[in-house]
């Protein structure tokens, strides 16, 4: 299995920009999950999905943060306008069902200059 | 409100010599558990996790953790690191009711002198 696919791995842009994360999860898992790292404040769920669902989108910092996933494979995590505070790395996460293993991406990492 | 706590930020440890991470819970039921590890530059990978049943559970990479319940801990072990086991170790509780939620720990960086 190819894991879970992120694209891109290094995204740098400029503040006011829109940036657009990119997760292909596992083939088969039901559960798809967004993170972000710092290393002022860790690891953050900022929303997860089940069955294409956003069940809990609690974690995201601010409407300029928005989270789709039209179908089983394919997911994206947009940023309008970016912000030099949005700086992490972000990673994406899936599992065959909500509470099971969750296996990550390699992750973006994101600058906004 | 349910919460992960791992106490130690940072654990220096001589290659070859033991390790054991702690890591305490708060929440009234057992939950799912997990470790994790991450290395510099990496995505987070799955060490071993405990749902229920015997209550010493075997991972990858010759880890161990064991959970006891009457101290809501969940402490990860190993009888003798090795250079490459330096990285970051997360402690996770998954909460499964209504909804479910995943309570990550603030991970506890292992460095490993030679």
């Known amino acids: 299995d190819a894991g879970v696919i992120q694209s891109p791995r290094h995204e740098v842009t400029e503040m006011g920009q829109e940036v657009t994360l990119r997760c292909k999860p596992i083939?088969?898992?039901?559960?798809l999950f967004w993170y972000r790292q710092t290393m002022m404040r860790g690891l953050e769920l900022l929303i997860y999905?089940?069955?294409?669902?956003?069940?809990?989108d609690s974690g995201m910092p601010e409407d300029r943060f928005s989270a789709k996933m039209p179908n089983a494979s394919f997911s994206t995590l947009k940023i309008q306008p970016s912000e030099p505070r949005d700086s992490a790395v972000y990673f994406c996460?899936?599992?065959?069902?909500?509470?099971?293993?969750?296996?990550f991406g390699p992750g973006t990492r994101l600058t906004v200059l | 409100a349910q919460s992960v706590t791992q106490p130690d930020i940072h654990i220096t440890v001589s290659e070859g010599a033991s390790l054991e991470l702690r890591c305490n819970y708060s929440?009234?039921?057992?939950?799912?558990l997990f470790w994790y590890v991450q290395s510099p530059g990496q995505g987070l990978q799955l060490l071993l996790k405990?749902?229920?049943?015997d209550t010493l559970v075997q991972g990858i990479k010759g880890f161990e953790a064991e959970f006891k319940r009457s101290q809501s801990s969940f402490n990860l072990r190993k009888p003798s690191v090795h250079w490459s086991d330096a990285a970051e170790y997360f402690c996770?509780?998954?909460?499964?009711?209504?909804?479910?939620?995943?309570?990550w720990g603030a991970g506890t960086k292992l460095i490993i002198k030679p």
């Open positions: 996770a509780v998954g909460i499964l009711d209504s909804n479910y939620q995943l309570i």
């Open positions: 929440y009234g039921a057992t939950p799912y």
């Open positions: 996460a899936s599992s065959y069902l909500l509470g099971d293993t969750q296996y």
């Open positions: 405990y749902f229920s049943g």
């Open positions: 083939s088969g898992h039901n559960s």
């Open positions: 999905f089940n069955n294409n669902v956003p069940i809990d």
